[in-house]
């Protein structure tokens, strides 16, 4: 016992020692780049010129295949969208099953299947490998793209194209892949609701025939099998494939403005507006500066609370939670964007920053603990990548298609770590342009005068939300007037003769209670709303997930409050103000048109529009801060859809709603089916029960 006491003491003592002996105000130098041993993957090609990759690695019983396509991307013209619209469709069945028993065979086997316009991926365990890879080759021989999953996902692309003006973000890189590539390179084309009416399935079945096809294209298998077993199944699954060769295109390496311009996209009631600096560079995968400008992005605002966008313009001028920059470098264009959020009253300081920072980076080196930091952060990013059996084989991939040399990936530490201050100076320098940048604003229109200082002789460029040049809307004048609308409309939902047979209909409601389940887009689940309005004030919105309660509305004619579940347990309690009670009473009802028509709300009928190809009449009205434009089908008189805004101290909320499956229920014409967007979030709601008059 006496002598581990001693070595106890003697090893705390050396240890003191040594720590005392550190100067702790001076960072440690870092080692030499560590020699990264990656495995060289075996790689083999099939009569038919696919080219296999294979990574085993026999750690799991699992296996992946991911088939990739290499035909460059295709100008889409009055069709854009197509090549995504391909991929939204590829799993909705083949010749041989449909989407259901797909779905059911992959569900069976625990197998992951996904697949895009230029990719089909499969994983499962090597058990299942014969019973996946039955699915895999079916989609990519013998899909056949039915009617009807081609009519649905249309219909819900029409319904995501309808919240495009409501998601600043997205209208921001709309307008930035527009305004550096344009209309004659892919990546700037956009889809609108144009272009989709144009999309038929034939389009989608022609350019399926045309982009799935091996010659030129991989196959990277990573996992649980060996060589042998991978020639076997390569050849057998895949070597009676037959198709076309690959499409083969160039195109221009991006517009670099001949100086600064300035692109504005308006977002009515926004109180923060996207700024987005953008710029070609002319720059392909593997290019000798790409390790170069990586790091330079990662200095510069390419994440972490320690880059320069961030230190401006988040720690010391707290005008945003985020100000990030992106170095984007792919095959057939490069670009670089620096982007944010910020309040409209800042919009114009905000952009001076940004091109302070732009400038200040071309005018001298970054610091060394800039240097270091950073680097250290993307070595630590590259080496945990390698955990991943995928990464490897993604690695091989990449050496083909971009032709890497082959020790690319080992030595990149070491060129990563060979970086200096010298080179990230001469490539800002080389691919920075200070004074021809793309200036993007997406925001409120009252930022306009701030931005023509920024802008050659005050002019600036005005884009819609889908990056083309924007256009003052007009209507066509309509062919009644607001009061027949509406009278027409509570006419059509009653079923009435006349305006007031349809007002003694309407007057006999004392009460609706509505079930109404609710399916988020974006998650695979159900909410359940309970919906109750009494006569003439009161309503109750309760909305429940899994028979818990979320969030709930009350009010009953003289207060109300809302409650929203908050993250850390609890209601966050909020009560009516006696503004926001005025306006509920003056809204109150299930038809805001009834309010209209007697004086309670201001309406005003802007003309017709055609819609989905409906003529439409077009009404705008606000209801304290609410302001919404309904549309009117001028043959049913039936309200169709209704976009709003709602402004509040966090600025502005938008929603919009279809409406479809109209049903009656006792006397009144319900829409049953609602698909509806509240920012970026959507659903499918769906009447389940409606109870008039009851207890």
Known sequence: MKKIFLSIITGTLVFAGAFAQLDRSVAPQPGPAPEINIANPEVFELDNGLKVILSSNSRLPKVSFNLVMTSDPRLEGNKAGLSEFLGDLMLSGTTNRDKDQMDREKDFI?????????????????????????????????????????????????????????????????ATVSTVFGKDHPYGEVMTKATLDKITRDDIIALYKMQFTPAGAYLVIVGDIDLPTAKKVANERFGNWEGGVPFEQSYHKGILPAQNQVVFVEKPGAVQSVVTIAFPVDMKPGHEDQIKLTVLNKVFGGGGFGTRLMQNLREDKAWTYGA?????????????????????????????????????????????????????????????????????????????????????????????????????????????????????????????????????NGKIIHLDAFGNPATDKTYEPADISLNQLLENYLVAITGAKNMAKANKILGK?????????????????????????????????????????????????????????????????????????????????????????????????????????KNMYVVRFTSGKTTTTAYYD??????????????????????????????????????????????????ESTIKEIKINGK
């Open 110 to 174: 625990g197998a992951s299947l996904s697949a895009s316009n230029d990719n089909i991926f499969l994983s499962c365990l090597t058990k299942h490998m014969d019973k996946g890879l039955d699915l895999m080759t079916d989609i990519m021989k013998n899909a056949n793209f039915p009617q009807s999953e081609f009519d649905r996902i249309k219909k819900l692309k029409e319904s995501e194209l309808a919240t495009v003006k409501t998601n600043a973000n997205v209208m921001a890189a709309n």
């Open 324 to 456: 990030y920059s992106s170095a984007n470098i792919r095959r057939d264009g490069s670009w670089m964007s620096a982007s944010g959020s910020f309040g409209t009253d800042v919009t114009d300081s905000t952009i001076q920053e940004f091109l302070y920072e732009f400038k200040r980076i071309t005018e001298s080196p970054v610091s060394e603990e800039e240097l270091s930091l950073n680097k250290a952060s993307l070595a630590g990013s590259f080496a945990r990548s390698l955990e991943s059996p995928r990464t490897i084989a993604s690695f091989a991939l990449n050496i083909f298609r971009n032709d890497l040399s082959s020790d690319y990936y080992q030595t990149y530490l070491q060129r990563l770590n060979a970086v200096t201050a010298d080179d990230l100076l001469e490539v800002a320098q080389k691919y920075f342009q200070p004074e021809n940048l793309n200036i993007i604003v997406v925001g409120n229109k009252d930022v306009l005068d701030r931005l023509e200082r920024f802008a050659p």
């Open 509 to 613: 409601i004392k009460s609706v209670d509505q079930t109404i389940g609710m399916r988020p887009q974006q998650a695979p689940v159900e909410l359940t709303m309970r919906s109750i309005f009494v006569a003439p004030y009161s309503s109750y919105t309760a909305v429940q997930f899994s028979g818990m309660t979320v969030q709930k509305d009350v009010f009953n004619g003289t207060k109300g409050i809302t409650q929203t579940m908050a993250e850390s347990g609890g209601f966050e309690t909020k009560e009516l103000t006696p503004d926001e009670i005025e306006a509920r009473k003056k809204s109150a009802g299930l038809f805001p048109e009834l309010n209209i028509l007697n004086g309670k709300i201001e309406a005003e009928l802007l003309g017709m529009e055609e819609v989905n190809n």
């Open 634 to 683: 001028s043959e049913t008189f039936l309200k169709k859809q209704s976009e709003s805004i709602t402004l509040s101290d966090d600025g502005a909320q938008e929603s919009n709603a279809t409406y479809s499956d109209f049903r009656k229920v006792g006397k009144i014409l319900f829409p049953h089916q609602t698909t509806q967007f509240i920012g970026s979030a959507g659903f």
